[in-house]
């Protein structure tokens, strides 16, 4: 693998690295005002959620590299306490990214953006009308990382109130992914949209307990047909499928074909994985533990 020392990496090389490894980030659209109540607009992608109670999100303004000069928003964040912070979804993130051209201190970004200031509840920032999500935030802490280029600013958030388009939520008040349309940013010029066939569900409940990988038959962890991520739902699973389950199914005329074949361990991960990716682990299970079987040598089902 190619090593990359931070003290012997340029600063901006080394930006992309990390961009491009730690990625995608979701983009915080922070809108803020100057204390005069000059609007300010600007995506920044070191962003998260790190807290629920109290609600608090982090995002970080560094310092640009090219002068070690920092920006409107954490000016304006220092003279007001107050911020706006916007989702940016795929219908509106080329006009986040032409808020993000360094224009000069005074230009308003909505109008150069195209985008539509609306009135905060709470705070004096503007939240953006096309945007599907606005969080009314008071900063609570603004934390120095650095002195030099690219050094970051922490400004750690508190969540005074969010608005959230009902047209994003499903039919019990959820935000549906594919409705919020977000995208990410990456290295560089990448960016991802997290909607369509980019959304997985995951689902592994912590209790009760899986039996982990090293409690899988040998013969899968060794297999050269099963990933790690076709081990990993085994793995999550509470126990092993009962001998009964794999008795019955042994038996049925789709596994005695199986028997006959040149590599029936082969071809019963085949199946399994088959199994899996219809989400179907019970039966993929149970052709995993009669591969271990075969594989011993042993009558399967004893």
């Not at 640009?64 to 107050?82: A, P």
């Not at 994003?168 to 990410?184: A, Q, R, S, T």
């Not at 019970?282 to 040598?297: C, D, N």
């Amino acid at each position: 693998m190619r090593i990359i020392d931070p003290k012997q990496t340029p600063t901006a090389e080394l930006h992309q690295y990390l961009l491009g490894t730690v990625s995608p980030r979701p983009i915080a659209f922070a809108s803020t005002v100057d204390e005069n109540g000059q609007p300010n607009l600007a995506p920044y992608s070191f962003f998260n959620c790190f807290s629920s109670n109290p609600p608090i999100l982090v995002f970080s303004s560094n310092r640009r590299v090219s002068d070690n000069t920092t920006k409107d928003t954490l000016y304006n964040i220092r003279q007001t306490g107050e911020v706006v912070i916007n989702a940016v979804n795929y219908n509106i993130v080329r006009q986040a990214a032409v808020a993000s051209i360094e224009y000069p201190q005074g230009v308003n970004e909505f109008e150069k953006a195209g985008l539509t200031p609306l009135p905060s509840d709470l705070v004096k920032p503007f939240r953006v009308k096309e945007s599907p999500a606005h969080m009314e935030c008071k900063v609570q802490q603004i934390i120095p990382l650095g002195d030099g280029g690219g050094a970051g600013h922490l400004i750690i958030c508190e969540v005074l109130r969010m608005h959230i388009a009902e047209e994003v939520l499903d039919e019990f008040g959820k935000i549906n992914p594919h409705k919020i349309d977000l995208m990410g940013r990456m290295g560089r010029a990448f960016y991802v949209r997290a909607s369509g066939e980019a959304v997985h569900t995951i689902l592994q409940p912590f209790l009760p307990l899986g039996l982990g990988f090293d409690q899988l038959p040998v013969s899968a962890r060794k297999s050269r047909i099963l990933t790690g991520n076709n081990l990993a739902i085994l793995a999550g699973m509470p126990q092993a499928p009962e001998k009964a389950t794999c008795q019955a199914l042994a038996e049925s005329a789709e596994i005695q074909e199986i028997f006959q074949h040149g590599h029936p361990v082969e071809q019963l991960h085949l199946l399994a994985q088959k199994e899996l990716a219809i989400e179907n682990v019970s039966k993929a299970a149970a052709l995993v533990w009669i591969a271990e079987e075969v594989a011993q040598g042993q009558d399967v089902g004893t």
